[in-house]
């Protein structure tokens, strides 16, 4: 570390000589060929400030540096690279340009060769009119010993090119971050063999010269050499070593740098910032594109994309047809006045209200404000004003109850009402466990009502929050129960009003078709949906069903919530009671 800051100091204290010299445009280039002209005359005052230090001596150090151009901080040193900047000075002596900025106390000297290897002011070598491959002489003192090395510049000295380069200061060698181009070769992309003068020329940590330049035609023309590239680079790898061999860029053949880049660049190659030293070379990904694609898409999106619609599509339009049969329902006369009597469907509370109904008690529509029962009737409903009272569950047949009492069971699928309605039939809430979740109820729950009925609680088939292995359990237990219980009288089948029935449903209807099991369809939730809804969703039941011979008629429709329909429920239900004795 020390070592780098002492070389640094001592590159402030003008030991750094850096060989810059560059034609930007053809002004300068014109201006350079009028020194030149004018070498054999002496010195040429230019326009501009001279500036002149004790270093100004063209004997004392025969590079001079013309001080036109844009700043080049190739090696990140940025007092460097404002030596550059400034008026032109005057030109002294043969072949030389001098300026210094006196008050830096720091010297510079630029020299070139012509396109013939003579030396002249100016450093036009790299690259002619393009500068950016022009290379600079750098003398450093390490460890007690000048060095001079040629490095190269550009003619834009931005820090991102500065970035490219790391001069190690210890070992006095200069790295470039930069890979070989990438060219395109029918489809594919690959490295070119050409030398790259700042890779090869800049003094690598392991001194050798890594890839060949190609002797194009071209290069030969610009180098007028003889074009063996080896030999060049050789030679170049020399120059940083052994300074005193100047060399130009284009003299040995190498072609212009950037123009090159910005041909790759047009051809969409770029270039991976890998060091060149000992570290594999990384291939870049290439992804062909049809030209003729403009959707912007990848192929197998795409495909995907079209699976899902179309299937969203099918699905969307089952929905849709399904939807349509069920509002072309229409429900027969007798259905819609049951459904407007019984002030079935979804209603506002304020026109309950003005059917005499007190809406602030739980199922406001069962709280009957004046009764059109019969006495009989009455009578017969009273049976579910007596208590009701657990008595048995059930997980396997076995442990059934003696089937003592008239049963009547309460099935359907998952979360459709059945405890619910057990407790609005009794109007005992919270005798029977309910819950949103679907699967509460799992085993088979007996009550029993002033041990004249028993009331059987099922569990749900279908979803629920419960094991598939569970699941299938209880609707063993169910279709057995129901299939094989002799005290079995009814089975009221609860549907969701809002669904309709399911496949799981027309199982359990096969079933007890089979077993000739007397089962009453009950629309549940009847609030959830509009009146008329309610209508239809009946009228289908019954057409589905207009077959069947265990069913029994008529098809119920309640609300546990609204208490609608209950009443008439729990009339067909004492009914049963009545014939069982
Ligand atoms: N809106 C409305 N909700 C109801 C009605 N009946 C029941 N519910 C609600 O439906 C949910 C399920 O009620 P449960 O009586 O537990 O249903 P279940 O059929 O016994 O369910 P499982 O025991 O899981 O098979 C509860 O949140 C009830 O509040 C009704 O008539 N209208
Ligand atoms: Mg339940």
Redesign the pocket.
């Known amino acids: 570390m020390s070592d780098v800051v002492g070389s640094r100091s001592k590159l402030k204290n003008n030991k750094l000589k850096l060989l810059v010299g560059r034609a930007k445009s053809a002004k300068d280039e014109a201006k350079s060929v009028s020194i030149r002209k004018q070498e054999g005359r002496g010195n040429v005052k230019e326009k501009g400030r001279r500036y002149k230090t004790d270093d100004d001596d063209p004997s004392h150090d025969p590079y001079k540096r013309e001080t036109r151009g844009k700043r080049s901080s190739s090696l990140g040193a940025k007092k460097f690279a404002s030596d550059q900047e400034g008026p032109r000075k005057e030109v002294n002596g043969k072949s030389h340009f001098g300026s210094t900025y006196s008050s830096q106390k720091r010297k510079r000297s630029y020299s070139e060769h012509d396109m013939d290897g003579r030396n002249y002011s100016s450093d036009h070598s790299f690259g002619g009119k393009n500068t950016k491959g022009a290379s600079r002489r750098v003398k450093t003192v390490h460890a007690g010993k000048s060095q001079d090395m040629m490095l190269p510049i550009r003619k834009s000295s931005s820090l991102k090119r500065s970035k490219d380069r790391k001069y190690d200061f210890i070992t006095g060698n200069v790295r470039v971050l930069r890979t070989p181009r990438l060219v395109y070769d029918g489809g594919n992309y690959k490295h070119t063999d050409r030398v790259d003068d700042r890779t090869k020329g800049a003094g690598f940590s392991d001194g050798k010269a890594r890839s060949k330049a190609k002797a194009t035609p071209e290069n030969r023309k610009l180098g007028g050499n003889d074009g063996t590239s080896e030999k060049h680079a050789k030679h170049k790898l020399n120059l940083i070593k052994f300074p005193d061999e100047r060399t130009d860029r284009r003299q040995y053949g190498y072609p212009d740098d950037s123009s090159k880049k910005k041909a790759s660049r047009k051809n969409g190659s770029d270039d991976a910032s890998v060091a060149t030293d000992d570290l594999p070379r990384k291939r870049k990904k290439v992804f062909r594109i049809d030209p003729h694609d403009i959707s912007n898409k990848r192929l197998a999106d795409g495909i995907w994309m079209n699976e899902a619609s179309t299937e969203k599509k099918v699905e969307k339009s089952i929905e849709v047809s399904r939807n349509a049969q069920f509002r072309a329902i229409q429900p027969s006369p007798a259905i819609l006045s049951f459904v407007e009597d019984n002030l079935l469907g979804r209603r506002r509370l304020i026109e309950l209200r003005r059917s005499g109904y007190n809406i602030e008690l739980s199922a406001p529509l069962d709280n009957i404000p004046f009764s059109t029962s019969s006495e009989r009737e009455k009578l017969e409903e009273n049976v579910f004003k007596n208590k009701l009272t657990f008595f048995a569950a059930a997980k396997i047949s076995s442990s059934f109850p003696a089937p003592d009492l008239p049963e009547i069971a309460f099935a359907?699928r998952?979360?459709?009402?059945?405890?619910?309605?057990l407790n609005s039939l009794t109007r005992q809430w919270g005798v029977v466990r309910?819950?949103?979740k679907?699967?509460?109820?799992q085993t088979i729950n007996f009550f029993n009502l002033a041990s004249k009925l028993c009331l059987v609680?099922l569990?749900?088939y279908g979803f629920?929050y419960a094991k598939e292995e569970v699941k299938d359990a209880w609707e063993e237990l169910v279709k057995e129960y129901v299939s094989t219980r002799v005290s079995l009288k009814r089975v009221c089948l609860?549907i969701d009003t809002k669904w309709g029935m399911k496949p799981r449903d027309h199982e359990l209807i096969d079933l007890m078709e089979r077993s000739q099991t007397k089962y009453q369809i009950v629309l549940?939730?009847?609030?959830?949906v509009f009146p008329i809804d309610v209508a239809r969703r009946a009228m289908q039941i019954q057409e589905s069903l207009k077959t069947n011979k265990s069913v029994v008629n008529p098809m119920m429709m309640?609300?546990?919530?609204s208490g609608a329909g209950i009443r008439s429920l729990r009339s067909v239900l004492a009914k049963i009671v009545r014939f069982a004795k």
Do not use: E, I
């Open positions: 359907g998952s979360n459709v009402g059945k405890s619910s309605l309910t819950s949103d679907p699967g509460l109820t609680d569990p749900g629920a609860l549940t939730k009847t609030d959830t309640v609300s546990s919530k």
